[in-house]
């Protein structure tokens, strides 16, 4: 059974709110220190995205020549928005989601999206090169990895009977884990969930040693730290969508830690395995074969389930 606290501090405090914007911090150090040690670094100290991030909102926001004020400075609020507010509807740390109806998946799918087409706008509102190829890139990469991220989340949702989160998360607890029923869609999710933070190998949107930092070139200040804060949030709500559509649910934080820690371990092993992608390779195999293999599980899961339906 889920954990219940008060509405509000369900929405600022805990689970959501600032206590999710330290653990996409604390998700964020574990990432670049794991990676640092798969690759025989030392890799930064504990504090050292906290410590980035206030640098950040504490120095001067420059805005480029030429770009649109109001949607330069408000595209990075409206990425962080959008990030927590698809917390809402999910059953984070194993508590109770604050909000909850029938079809918030979908709501949550697109409210995650939000991130990628406000660095998608961010670059094209700049006049730099470098901003411009950079989002290019990056939305053409959402449009490659979110279709089979999306139906990767519909097997599990089409086992459960149910396109609610909260319900979907009461199912993987009570049966086998979906890991072990729909495997490929669990490698779809995560490829695809790696695809959509543009982590490595896909990370040719914010490519360092071709176009600086992609659509982001040229932010700076509070407008960048809001971004870095909307990945990291993304990234913990990534890993938790994954947990409980295929590794058993999430009942109490020590299963959500448990879990997503390790979920996160794979992850960093994936990064430091391979070498960035170019992306033609990025996008022109994964949206054939990634939408392909996601819509053959669909196929059969809606067979068995008609199939089964008929054998009663």
Not at 212 to 237: C, D, M, P
Not at 256 to 277: D, Y
């Amino acid at each position: 059974m889920n954990l219940t606290l008060h509405p509000l501090i369900l929405l600022l405090i805990f689970p959501g709110g600032i206590f999710l914007m330290n653990i996409g911090l604390l998700y964020e150090w574990a990432d670049r220190k794991l990676v640092a040690r798969f690759q025989n670094r030392v890799g930064p100290r504990w504090f050292q995205p906290l410590a980035d991030t206030i640098k950040l909102l504490a120095k001067e926001e420059i805005i480029p020549f030429g770009v649109h004020k109001g949607l330069f400075l408000t595209l990075p609020v409206i990425a962080l928005t959008g990030a927590l507010t698809a917390a809402l509807y999910i059953p984070m740390f194993g508590f109770q989601a604050p909000f909850s109806f029938e079809g918030d998946l979908i709501v949550t799918i697109y409210l995650l999206s939000m991130m990628t087409l406000c660095i998608g706008l961010a670059g094209a509102n700049t006049l730099s090169r470098f901003t411009i190829i950079g989002a290019t890139r990056a939305l053409t990469q959402m449009f490659s990895y979110e279709a089979p991220f999306l139906l990767a989340l519909f097997g599990p949702a089409i086992a459960a009977g149910t396109w609610n989160i909260g319900k979907i998360n009461a199912f993987a607890s009570d049966n086998i884990w979906m890991i072990i029923a729909q495997p490929i869609g669990f490698i779809v999710a995560l490829i695809g969930l790696m695809g959509k933070l543009e982590l490595p190998p896909f990370d040719a949107p914010e490519a360092e040693t071709e176009i600086v930092a992609g659509a982001l070139t040229e932010y700076s200040g509070r407008g960048l730290a809001l971004f870095h804060i909307g990945k990291n949030v993304e990234l913990v709500i990534g890993l938790t969508l994954i947990v409980i559509f295929y590794l058993g649910g999430i009942s109490n934080p020590l299963e959500f830690i448990l879990k997503s820690a390790g979920l996160l371990l794979v992850v960093t092993a994936l990064q430091s395995l391979f070498a960035r992608l170019r992306i033609d390779q990025t996008v022109g195999l994964w949206w054939r074969l990634g939408a392909l293999m996601a819509l053959l599980q669909l196929l059969a899961i809606i067979f068995g389930r008609y199939l089964g339906e008929l054998l009663r």
